[in-house]
C-alpha cells in the first residue's frame, strides 16, 4: 500500500536542515569509501580471473564459480552474529575491526598458489567481511529519521557502481605494474594493491567514526538534541510495528519475504559483478579484437556509470513521493527482462547497452529496498533483521557464480544460466507486490500496520 506523504509535507528548521547537511557530509562518504574498498575486495577475483589468476591456477569454470561463491558461506554464517555484536559494541569499533581483518586476508591472496588456497582464502575473506555491509546500512540509518533515509542509503549506494567505474580500470592498472613493484604476477599484485588500503582505512575508522548523534563532536548541541529527539519520536511512534527482541525479527513474515527479494537482486548484481569481466574477454575472441588491461577495465566500468546516475535519479524521486512499491518492483522487472536480451544482442556494443540496462535497475532498487527493514524493526531486532535479510539473499552470492559456472561448462555457453539470472529477479518482483498487496510490509516513509496473512 502506497500512503506515503512527501518528505516536505512538514517544515524544516535550520537546525534539522544543518544536521541533515551535516550527517550527509561527514559521515556518507567516509562510510561509502569503506563500502567501495569492501566491495572491491570481494570482486577483485573477478578482475583476476581473466588476467593470469584462471590459467596460472588451472581453475576450470565451475572451480572458479566455487571459489568465488565460497565467500558468502562463511559471511552468511556469521552475518547476524556479527551484527548483534556491532548493536553490543558500537558501529565504530565493530566496522573498524571487521575492515582490519578482512584486510589482512584480503593481501594474503598476493600468494595463493593454488585452487585449494584460493578457496581457502575467499572463505575466510568473508568470514572476516561478515556483518559489514547490514552494520553500515543499519549505522547510517540510525543517524536519520525515516524522511531522510532513502536520501542517505543512496547516497552511501553510490559507492558499489562507482566501485566499479574506478575500481575496473584501477585493477587494470594495477596488473600492468607487476614489472615494477615487487616482481609479483600483474593479478597477485593487484590483489596486494586494493587489500592493503582496507587495513589503512579500517584504523582510521576508529578514530573517526561516532555511534550516535549525542557522540558526535562535529555537530552543535542544538543538532544533537533535534537528532537524539527526532529518532526517539520515531521509534516511539512505531506502536505494533516496533519490534525489539530477536524473535521478533527471526519471526516475521515480512523480514523472511524481503529477504527473499532480496535474494534476486544479488542474484543478478554478483552474476555481473563476477562473470562480466569474462565475458568482455569473450568479445575478443568472437570480433576479433584485442583490448589491453586498462581498456577491458574501461568496458567493464561503462555499464556503470549510467547505473550510478540512475541510482541517484530514482532514489531522488523515492525521497519525494516516498517509496513506493513500483521503486522496488518495476526495476526488478527491467533487470529480469533485459538480462536474456543480452544473449541476442547480436554485437559487443549492444551487449554492453543491454547489460548497462540491467545495472541500472539493479542499483535503482537497492537503497530503495533497503529503506524498508527499519521502517518496522528497531533495537537488537534491527540488527539482526537487516543481517537476517542480507544474509539470506547473500546466499545468491554463493549460487550465482557457482549455478552459473556449472550450467556454463555443462552447456558451453550462458544462455541459460542469463535466462535464470532473469527468473530470479522476475520473482522478486511478484513477491514484492504480493507482499504489498497482503499489507505485511512497509514501502513508504511511514509504516503501515501490519495484517495477519
Known amino acids: 500500500m502506497d500512503t506515503s506523504?512527501?518528505?516536505?509535507?512538514?517544515?524544516?528548521?535550520?537546525?534539522?536542515?544543518?544536521?541533515?547537511?551535516?550527517?550527509?557530509?561527514?559521515?556518507?562518504?567516509f562510510v561509502a569509501l569503506m563500502f567501495f574498498i569492501n566491495y572491491l575486495d570481494r570482486t577483485a577475483i573477478g578482475f583476476a580471473a581473466p588476467n593470469g589468476m584462471n590459467s596460472d591456477l588451472a581453475l576450470t569454470a565451475a572451480q572458479f564459480g566455487f571459489a568465488s561463491g565460497i565467500f558468502f558461506l562463511g559471511y552468511i554464517v556469521l552475518e547476524v552474529p556479527s551484527n548483534i555484536a556491532l548493536h553490543k559494541f558500537g558501529a565504530r569499533r565493530w566496522l573498524a575491526r571487521i575492515m582490519v581483518t578482512w584486510g589482512i586476508v584480503a593481501v594474503?591472496?598476493?600468494?595463493?598458489?593454488?585452487?585449494?588456497?584460493?578457496?581457502?582464502?575467499?572463505?575466510?575473506?568473508?568470514?572476516?567481511?561478515?556483518?559489514?555491509?547490514?552494520?553500515?546500512?543499519?549505522?547510517?540509518?540510525?543517524?536519520?529519521?525515516?524522511?531522510?533515509?532513502?536520501?542517505?542509503?543512496?547516497?552511501?549506494?553510490?559507492?558499489?557502481?562507482?566501485?566499479?567505474?574506478?575500481?575496473?580500470?584501477?585493477?587494470g592498472w594495477l596488473i600492468q605494474q607487476h614489472d615494477v613493484f615487487f616482481g609479483l604476477e600483474g593479478w597477485r599484485f593487484m590483489f596486494l594493491g586494493v587489500g592493503a588500503p582496507a587495513i589503512i582505512v579500517g584504523v582510521i575508522a576508529w578514530?573517526?567514526?561516532?555511534?550516535?548523534?549525542?557522540?558526535?563532536?562535529?555537530?552543535?548541541?542544538?543538532?544533537?538534541?533535534?537528532?537524539?529527539?527526532?529518532?526517539?519520536?520515531?521509534?516511539?511512534?512505531?506502536?505494533?510495528?516496533k519490534h525489539h527482541g530477536l524473535k521478533a525479527a527471526f519471526g516475521s513474515g515480512r523480514v523472511w519475504m524481503l529477504s527473499l527479494i532480496y535474494f534476486g537482486f544479488i542474484y543478478g548484481l554478483y552474476t555481473?559483478?563476477?562473470?562480466?569481466?569474462?565475458?568482455?574477454?569473450?568479445?575478443?575472441?568472437?570480433?576479433?579484437?584485442?583490448?589491453?588491461?586498462?581498456?577491458?577495465?574501461?568496458?567493464?566500468?561503462?555499464?556503470?556509470?549510467?547505473?550510478?546516475?540512475?541510482?541517484?535519479?530514482?532514489?531522488?524521486?523515492?525521497t519525494k513521493r516516498g517509496v513506493k512499491t513500483w521503486?522496488?518492483?518495476?526495476?526488478?522487472?527491467?533487470?529480469?527482462?533485459?538480462?536474456?536480451?543480452?544473449?541476442y544482442a547480436g554485437s559487443p556494443a549492444a551487449t554492453i547497452a543491454v547489460i548497462t540496462v540491467t545495472a541500472c535497475a539493479i542499483f535503482a532498487a537497492l537503497p530503495n529496498f533497503w529503506s524498508v527493514p527499519t521502517q518496522f524493526l528497531s533495537g537488537a531486532a534491527a540488527a539482526a533483521g537487516v543481517a537476517l535479510i542480507n544474509t539470506v539473499g547473500n546466499i545468491a552470492g554463493f549460487a550465482a557464480p557457482y549455478i552459473t559456472g556449472a550450467i556454463h561448462d555443462a552447456t558451453g555457453a550462458y544462455t541459460v544460466p542469463m535466462f535464470v539470472v532473469g527468473g530470479f529477479m522476475l520473482l522478486s518482483a511478484i513477491l514484492m507486490v504480493v507482499l504489498d498487496r497482503r499489507g505485511r510490509t512497509a514501502t513508504t516513509a511511514a509504516p503501515l500496520e501490519e495484517k495477519s496473512a
Open 207 to 241: 578514530f573517526y567514526l561516532a555511534d550516535s548523534p549525542k557522540d558526535a563532536k562535529w555537530l552543535t548541541k542544538e543538532e544533537q538534541d533535534w537528532l537524539t529527539t527526532a529518532l526517539s519520536k520515531e521509534d516511539a511512534g512505531k506502536g505494533p510495528q
Open 327 to 343: 521503486h522496488i518492483s518495476i526495476p526488478a522487472v527491467v533487470g529480469a527482462v533485459s538480462i536474456p536480451l543480452a544473449l
Open 5 to 29: 506523504t512527501a518528505t516536505g509535507a512538514t517544515p524544516v528548521t535550520a537546525v534539522e536542515k544543518s544536521a541533515i547537511r551535516k550527517v550527509a557530509m561527514r559521515l556518507v562518504p
Open 108 to 171: 594474503l591472496f598476493t600468494w595463493v598458489q593454488n585452487y585449494t588456497q584460493l578457496a581457502t582464502l575467499r572463505f575466510l575473506l568473508g568470514v572476516a567481511e561478515a556483518g559489514f555491509f547490514p552494520g553500515a546500512v543499519l549505522f547510517l540509518s540510525l543517524w536519520v529519521p525515516v524522511r531522510y533515509r532513502t536520501r542517505i542509503l543512496a547516497l552511501f549506494y553510490l559507492a558499489q557502481p562507482l566501485t566499479t567505474v574506478v575500481g575496473a580500470p584501477l585493477a
Open 272 to 318: 555481473l559483478a563476477f562473470f562480466l569481466p569474462t565475458i568482455i574477454s569473450g568479445f575478443q575472441e568472437s570480433a576479433g579484437v584485442t583490448f589491453g588491461l586498462i581498456e577491458r577495465g574501461l568496458i567493464t566500468a561503462i555499464p556503470y556509470v549510467p547505473a550510478a546516475i540512475v541510482l541517484y535519479l530514482w532514489s531522488r524521486d523515492a
